[in-house]
């Protein structure tokens, strides 16, 4: 039997290595600055964020009532995050893929705050006719690809979306999100090898809002500066304040732009921060009452716009007049929801597969 042959010894006692040489330092992607938004765009970055808040409220407010079954988890808190980074991208060609805490990701998306709480409620109204709830969303005429209750699953998926918009050279870059409390999953990291190998068109976005489902990131994680989580793949990461809209906006345009460039993937940490538990049957005693209250009092997402907006010439009245109608939109949804009809139960085995193999 052959033995393996050990490596050469120099003069010097340290061994000799015939294997190639190491890859250059590779470039980076510059700090991203702080996106500069007319009064217009911000108003608009308000509604969105003021939809999601309100949804929210109400869908928790619809769980209470037992029109909502299952998981919920809300996005209360986070809500920059998700309109600062989808208001960059190309709707028609672009991706987006995320876990179980999706409402806001597809109100975001511009999708029918209708048929969002029609899903919630599992009627057959939903986006998903009623069969996916809150966790499983998915609109493939979005391009929008979940909402997954497995964490960090949908890592994978989306480096394979990915791998298709390289594949079929379309342009697109696919927007994959996952937690704080994902970032120490496998199958993350063979993700990042995967992408970075091919130089896939991905953003891997990490929502950290601090605690995954009840353990804060400090305790739970040996490296807690997460953006720094790609180096040994050689993927650039960027920690971002992803309590300010405009900063989020800013650095999905500079992601954007690496990942368009063909220079491979990207890893964005968004600092934030969530106000309700993990889900909603969690009563977040990990945390004190006056921590949250003191984000919300110093970050929270929707005040920041709102002063900027106030600076920016905007009376309270318009600002009111568009929280009274975030609010019509939400109660129509609700009603929407609570008076459309359940799915067929025929409606079960439909949907399976997506054709015959």
Known sequence: ???????????NGKAESSAPPAKPNRERPPEPKRHEADRDEMLEYYRQMLLIRRFEERAG?????????????????QEAVAVGLQSALDQDKDSVITGYRDHGHMLAYGIDPKVIMAELTGRQAGISKGKGGSMHMFSV??????????????????????FKHKY?????????????????????????NMAELWKLPIIFVIENNQYAMGTSVNRSSAEDQLYKRGESFRIPGLQIDGMDVLAVRGAASTALEWVRAGKGPILLELKTYRYRGH??????????????????????PIEAIKHELENAGCTEEELKGIDKEIRQIVSEAAD?????????PDELYTDVLVEKY
């Open 168 to 192: 079929k050279k379309d342009g697109g870059v696919c927007l994959a999100y996952f937690g704080d409390g994902a970032t120490n999953q496998g199958q993350v990291y063979e993700s990042f």
């Open 336 to 344: 929407f929801a609570e008076q459309s009809p359940e799915p067929d």
């Open 279 to 300: 889900s909603m049957s969690d009563p977040a005693k990990y945390r004190s009452r006056d921590e949250v209250q003191a984000v919300r009092d110093k970050s929270d």
């Open 141 to 162: 005429d979005h391009r929008f690809y979940g909402g997954h209750g497995i964490v960090g699953a949908q890592v994978s998926l989306g480096t394979g979306l990915a």
């Open 1 to 11: 039997m052959a033995k393996a042959s050990s490596p050469k010894r120099a003069r």
């Open 61 to 77: 407010q619809l769980y209470g009532l037992g029109l909502i079954g299952g998981f919920c988890h809300l996005y209360i808190g």
